[in-house]
């Protein structure tokens, strides 16, 4: 028996699903402005977890990268329902899940740091004790 953990998840119209092994790297909410646009307004909840161990157990999801960045991270997301599912960072070991498209949320057990607030907003909430940073740590 192991005790890495297993995340599944899927799109809101469950055209796309995943599997994660691997211990979260990182547990954080990020308020950046790009968050806000992806998640409608509030900050991104989401894990860093090891890309060797993700994969995509149903469907193809599509492929978003800014061009006018020079190291732009490629996000995932369901071309039928539209579900930003994972962002994919330019070092290829990490895989950014979000927490929203999990099939058991509530095992994320919360953020451990907020990222990026100095673009958050003013009804944005962040857990009291939780470290926070204007940009990354």
């Not at 899927?10 to 796309?16: F, W």
């Not at 994969?55 to 732009?72: E, H």
């Not at 927490?99 to 990026?116: H, M, Q, S």
Request: hydrophobic residues 30%.
């Amino acid at each position: 028996m192991t005790d890495t953990p297993t995340f599944t998840g899927r799109c809101y119209c469950g055209a796309v699903h995943y599997a994660a092994t691997g211990a979260p790297m990182l547990k954080a909410q990020c308020h950046c402005r790009e968050c806000q646009y992806i998640s409608g307004g509030g900050p991104n909840y989401f894990m860093i977890l090891p890309v060797e161990g993700f994969v995509w157990t149903k469907g193809t999801p599509a492929t978003f990268a800014r061009s006018d960045l020079d190291t732009p991270v490629s996000r995932r997301f369901c071309s039928t329902c539209g579900t930003h599912l994972t962002t994919e960072l330019p070092d290829g070991m990490r895989v950014v899940v979000k927490v929203g498209t999990l099939d058991e949320p509530d095992r994320f057990g919360g953020p451990k740091i907020a990222i990026y607030t100095e673009d958050s907003q003013p009804y944005h909430l962040i857990a009291e004790g939780i470290p926070t940073f204007e940009r990354l740590p």
